[in-house]
């Protein structure tokens, strides 16, 4: 996620809706705090924050300022325990979304090998074809290596088919 919000904009991406205000629920304010930021961030980026320096201040203070609590709060947010899974699990839930599964993994290296590599074969712009793809069947993506191995393999894969494809067409 960038690290430059315009006042506009974090009003735009991050303002908390009249049917979201109940959903950061009446906790501890660094866990108020915590899952209304991985609300906000998996609206905006359909993914969680990698880390927690991931997340933009301006965007954590915006945020804090809604919920009224301070935004230095975060900073007891435990990033690695059961409560962040629960958190995520709500938020799954809240957008109807899922964990992407190894057989969701394949069903896109098949949609890359058949409709996207024939017209497609940057690197970058088939990493964001699979980024776009996962937030339209709604699945939540897995790590940013399994998606770079996705994409290699994908393009390995179409390398070799294309090779055999040329050589068979090749008179003896």
Same mark, same amino acid.
Request: aromatic fraction near 12%; proline fraction near 6%; charge should be positive.
């Given at each position: 996620?960038?690290?430059?919000?315009?006042?506009? #904009?974090?009003?735009?991406?991050?303002?908390?809706?009249?049917?979201?205000?109940?959903?950061?629920?009446?906790?501890?304010?660094?866990?108020?705090?915590?899952?209304?930021?991985?609300?906000?961030?998996?609206?905006?980026?359909?993914?969680?924050?990698?880390?927690?320096? #991931?997340?933009?201040?301006?965007?954590?203070?915006?945020?804090?300022?809604?919920?009224?609590?301070?935004?230095?709060?975060?900073?007891?947010?435990?990033?690695?325990?059961? *409560?962040?899974?629960?958190?995520?699990?709500?938020?799954?839930?809240?957008?109807?979304?899922?964990?992407?599964?190894?057989?969701?993994?394949?069903?896109?290296?098949?949609?890359?090998?058949?409709?996207?590599?024939?017209? #497609?074969?940057?690197?970058?712009?088939?990493?964001?074809?699979?980024?776009?793809?996962? *937030?339209?069947?709604?699945?939540?993506?897995?790590?940013?290596?399994?998606? #770079?191995?996705?994409?290699?393999?994908?393009?390995?894969?179409?390398?070799?088919?294309?090779?055999?494809?040329?050589?068979?067409?090749?008179?003896?």
């Amino acid at each position: 996620m960038r690290q430059s919000w315009t006042p506009e #904009e974090l009003v735009r991406h991050f303002t908390i809706q009249a049917d979201e205000r109940d959903f950061p629920g009446h906790n501890a304010p660094h866990n108020q705090l915590g899952k209304a930021v991985l609300l906000k961030f998996f609206q905006y980026e359909a993914r969680f924050p990698r880390t927690k320096n #991931e997340i933009p201040q301006a965007v954590v203070t915006f945020i804090a300022h809604q919920l009224y609590v301070s935004p230095s709060a975060l900073t007891d947010y435990q990033w690695d325990g059961r *409560r962040i899974k629960e958190h995520r699990q709500a938020i799954r839930s809240w957008f109807g979304f899922r964990q992407a599964s190894v057989d969701d993994q394949q069903a896109i290296q098949d949609w890359l090998l058949g409709e996207v590599l024939p017209n #497609e074969y940057r690197h970058k712009h088939l990493r964001q074809a699979v980024y776009g793809r996962l *937030r339209d069947q709604q699945l939540e993506p897995p790590t940013d290596a399994r998606v #770079e191995r996705l994409v290699a393999s994908a393009i390995h894969q179409y390398q070799q088919q294309f090779f055999q494809q040329t050589y068979a067409r090749l008179p003896s």
